[in-house]
């Protein structure tokens, strides 16, 4: 038995703002479903203009690396149908994968529900350095901002 609690995020390319906010409740929607599909689970899905977090428990069998490969290359392919965006959309190449323990899972989801007030004052540039930061994990900034 395993439990593998994940805090997960990705920007769009560039960090342009493409995930427009009427899209945004049938994006998250449509990326659990991704999810749930994978044998995995999305307690939350959420973000703003130019990224999404979510909170996954991931199903044993399956790496991050393939979840995010798979939740990627679908959610690109249904934003490109959507009214208003551009067959060109395209995700960052990276992403940040966070381990989290059962215990931070109510604040995790609160932290994703709160995205929109979040950057009101913080860019997310700044929030996934405090991210990486709070993990102990190095950046190199060279890499990081596609």
């Known amino acids: 038995m395993s439990l593998n609690l ?3 995020v990705f920007s769009t390319k560039h960090r342009e703002n493409r995930l427009f906010r009427d899209m945004r409740p049938d994006l998250f929607s449509v990326m659990s479903n991704i999810v749930s599909r ?9 973000g703003v203009d130019d990224h999404v ?22 959610s690109s392919q249904w934003i490109k ?4 965006s551009s067959p060109d959309f395209a995700w960052q190449k990276g ?28 860019s997310f540039q700044d929030e996934f350095r405090e ?16």
């Open 53 to 74: 977090h979510l909170a996954i428990r991931l199903h044993p069998t399956l790496a991050g690396s393939q979840l995010v490969n798979i939740l990627k290359t679908q």
């Open 6 to 8: 994940l805090h997960l």
């Open 38 to 46: 994978t044998k995995s689970h999305a307690y939350r899905a959420g």
């Open 95 to 122: 992403y940040g994968l966070f381990s989290v323990s059962k215990t931070h899972l109510p604040k995790l989801i609160d932290y994703i529900d709160r995205q929109e007030t979040r950057h009101q004052a913080l």
């Open 81 to 84: 149908k959507q009214p208003g």
């Open 131 to 146: 991210m990486c930061r709070k993990n102990d994990i190095e950046i190199d900034e060279r890499y990081v901002w596609d």
